[in-house]
């Protein structure tokens, strides 16, 4: 896919040279101080001095002119944890998952480039974002926050967003490097996969990540990998980032990751939030030269990204246009699952009734560290007396029909499945809204919706053949209600004008353009792991009565054996021939799209060309997908590239997709390099993962890349 990015790459070529020069004038005293921050503090009564509040702060060198670094999370939007800057709102975006599903490198420059502006204008230079953790599991609670399963799609658009970001003088920080892939026991497991499965997967999305948006940092994360602590483990840190693919940025720890006094000779240049840390860096006994390096790598970043030269200025933010963008961006990636003709809705409509998920007050949002305070005043809905709350962005799905329809629309709670019922009897068309809350900290028990949902979409269901299910969740669920209902939208966590966003996509106003990040399976039985490994200790130790500090050391230190390999989501599907309930890359559009005349060339990759013409009655946006298939006679699964068309009614466009040859090869752990054998590949085409259409093969001639 060839995207144009009107900026992308270091502002200063010279950031090498200036920050050895700094880092050559720094006193030993002044040494150690960029290398170790602070809770900045969001988490603790009181700021610490000239922090502004927010995740992170790290002390500048006034002497030398070296800004403080202000850090925030950035997954939906800036953050306002804790409410640290009062009554600070920023833009709630839609979930990062909303942004997968767009499958569009544009809408995450323009992503990236709006929590750049936003960030800048508010004093921060740091962002701790993209996280781009492949969804090896469909219960973490934090694929919200992440790209998909699939190191491509995650890769290119973590790549572009983070050009988006550093357009704006603000650096970019890629996490959880890597594989923090579940939540449950995320700071005692390891994290156990061969060093090519890791190196085709969950590492090949930050490989493309990093080339694609030079980032300024890496998080490493809280987790394992094969045994060693990812914040002082040498493999990852040293030989691959660092050695193997030249990353020139400094890598910070997680908040509270680190675990050894001398992770710094493996690899980690920054102690983040040290009043967390169980351990600390022991900055006396850092070598000079490394301590050098690790100043010379921060200072780098800075001046990369224009730290110095353009500093972050106290400027109004223009919320509206900002607004504009969530809305848009919101709509793109809702995902059409089902569709027997009832949408778009008609103007005929004469009764609609909408149901359930507090659409008449906004639309939920993920919880934890990336949590936005948005504009417009959140909603919050308890959960269970623990004192937390799921936050609704207000955005009314409610208020957005009803504005846009001359149908009398009455709403009832979904509390009540035979109220509900009752009132979709009445209706022409009944649209339940269900919700699934989803957190960092936590994973989900399993795929179902919770609190009964499922029930009351059977009953409003069996009350009116005319039922749409919005689907309002971080993950995939199962849909034991599907053949009863007539429509099933998956809005994600769509942000603060999610509510317009989800009318526009009902009312046929917008097209539905999403098509899935992520597959949804269709049960448990269906995942390599049926149970979420720790889940049942976790379980246990809850209903014996164990809370906060007692629980989290009830859990003892575990594995995590990734057997699949590299063989994430929709590869696995496709190799074990496993039905899902919706595959990766599938989403209905209201128009039909046809794709002919594919052709297949080889060389030192794959280029596959083809033509997509939009033969139904309206423009649309299609996301025609190209996958590996075969290699050397053997069946093999994989997306190799994509395109994003949007074409007028009997129009048609010609597709050329280029193949990054590392997609070809495998990893060979013993060279240490990516391995092509010679032979014929195929290439096959069609809308999604499991709707492969056109095939052809074409000889890619055998070749090692290094990483
Ligand atoms: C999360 C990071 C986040 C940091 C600072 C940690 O708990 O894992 O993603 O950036 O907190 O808020």
């Not at 009181?46 to 992170?56: P, Q």
């Not at 809280?222 to 914040?231: D, M, S, T």
């Not at 693919?245 to 690899?267: E, H, L, P, Y």
């Not at 022409?428 to 028990?445: K, M, P, R, S, Y």
């Amino acid at each position: 896919m060839i995207v144009a990015l009107a900026f992308c790459g270091a502002l200063l070529s010279s950031a090498d040279e200036r920050a050895a020069q700094i880092a050559a004038a720094m006193t030993p005293h002044e040494r150690q101080v960029l290398v170790v921050g602070d809770t900045g503090d969001a988490l603790r009564n009181g700021v610490a001095t000239g922090a502004l509040g927010s995740a992170g702060f790290v002390p500048g060198i006034p002497r030398l002119g070296v800004p403080p670094l202000q850090e925030t999370d950035d997954s939906v939007g800036i953050a306002n944890p804790s409410n640290a800057r009062r009554r600070d709102v920023a833009t709630a975006l839609p979930s990062s998952l909303s942004l997968a599903a767009t499958w569009d490198p544009q809408v995450a420059y323009r992503d990236g480039a709006l929590l750049g502006d936003e960030a800048w204008r508010k004093g921060f230079n740091v962002l701790l974002g993209p996280g781009l953790n492949l969804a090896r599991d469909p219960r973490n609670g934090r694929n919200f926050e992440y790209l998909g399963e699939d190191p491509l799609l995650a890769g290119t658009l973590a790549g572009t967003e983070i050009c988006g970001i550093a357009r704006q003088h603000v650096v970019a920080t890629v996490k959880h490097f890597a594989l923090n892939d579940q939540e449950t026991g995320r700071a005692i497991l390891s994290a156990n996969l061969t060093e090519a499965a890791m190196r085709e997967s969950d590492l090949l999305a930050f490989e493309l990540a990093l080339e694609g948006g030079k980032p300024g940092a890496v998080m490493c994360a809280y987790n394992r990998v094969n045994g060693a602590y990812a914040c002082e483990n040498a493999h990852l840190l040293n030989a691959i980032l660092k050695h193997d693919w030249a990353f020139a940025g400094w890598v910070m720890s997680d908040w509270g990751a680190v675990r050894s006094s001398g992770a710094a000779s493996d690899g980690l240049d920054q102690e983040s939030a040290s009043n967390l840390d169980p351990v600390k860096l022991a900055l006396g006994a850092i070598p000079e030269s490394r301590l050098l390096d690790m100043n010379r790598r921060i200072l780098r970043s800075m001046f990369a990204a224009g730290l110095f030269d353009v500093p972050p200025q106290r400027l109004p933010i223009d919320y509206r246009a900002h607004g504009a963008s969530a809305l848009d961006a919101a709509q793109r990636g809702i995902v059409l699952l089902k569709n027997n003709g009832v949408l778009p809705l008609p103007s005929s409509v004469r009764r609609i009734a909408v149901i359930g998920g507090y659409a008449d007050a906004g639309v939920l949002s993920g919880g934890g560290s990336s949590q936005v305070m948005p504009v417009g005043h959140p909603f919050d809905v308890p959960l269970g007396g623990n004192g937390r709350v799921a936050v609704y962005d207000r955005s009314p799905p409610l208020d957005a029909i009803r504005s846009a329809v001359p149908a009398a629309v009455s709403f009832v709670d979904g509390r009540s499945s035979s109220a509900a019922a009752e009132v979709a009897r009445r209706a022409d068309v009944a649209i339940v809204f269900a919700t699934q809350w989803c957190t960092e900290g936590a994973d989900l028990f399993d795929l179902a919706l919770p609190n009964g949902q499922d029930a009351l979409i059977s009953a409003v269901a069996a009350a009116n053949p005319n039922t749409v299910v919005v689907l309002e969740t971080g993950n995939p669920v199962t849909m034991p209600w599907l053949d009863r209902v007539a429509a099933v939208l998956e809005a994600w966590y769509p942000g603060q004008r999610g509510g317009e966003a989800i009318a526009n996509v009902l009312l046929g106003r917008a097209d539905a353009t999403g098509r899935l990040p992520i597959t949804f399976p269709s049960s448990e039985a269906q995942l390599v792991r049926p149970k979420v490994p720790g889940s049942d200790a976790l379980l246990s130790a809850i209903v014996s009565g164990l809370r906060g500090y007692r629980l989290a050391v009830a859990l003892r230190p575990f594995s995590v054996d990734y057997t699949e390999g590299s063989d994430v989501g929709y590869r696995r599907f496709a190799k074990q021939n496993l039905t899902p309930l919706f595959a990766f890359g599938f989403g209905l559009s209201y128009t039909r799209f046809r794709y002919s005349g594919l052709r297949v060339t080889g060389g030192n990759t794959l280029r596959a060309s083809f033509t997509v013409s939009n033969t139904g009655a309206r423009a649309g946006t299609d996301t025609p997908q190209v996958y590996l298939t075969r290699k050397r006679g053997e069946a093999e699964m994989r997306l190799i590239g994509w395109s994003s068309v949007t074409l007028a009614p009997g129009a048609s466009r010609n597709v050329t997709v280029t193949a990054d040859p590392r997609l070809l090869a495998d990893f060979d752990s013993t060279a240490g390099t990516w391995s092509i054998r010679e032979g014929m590949y195929e290439a096959s085409l069609g809308a999604a993962s499991d709707a492969l259409q056109f095939h052809a093969s074409a000889p890619v001639a055998g070749q090692a890349l290094k990483p």
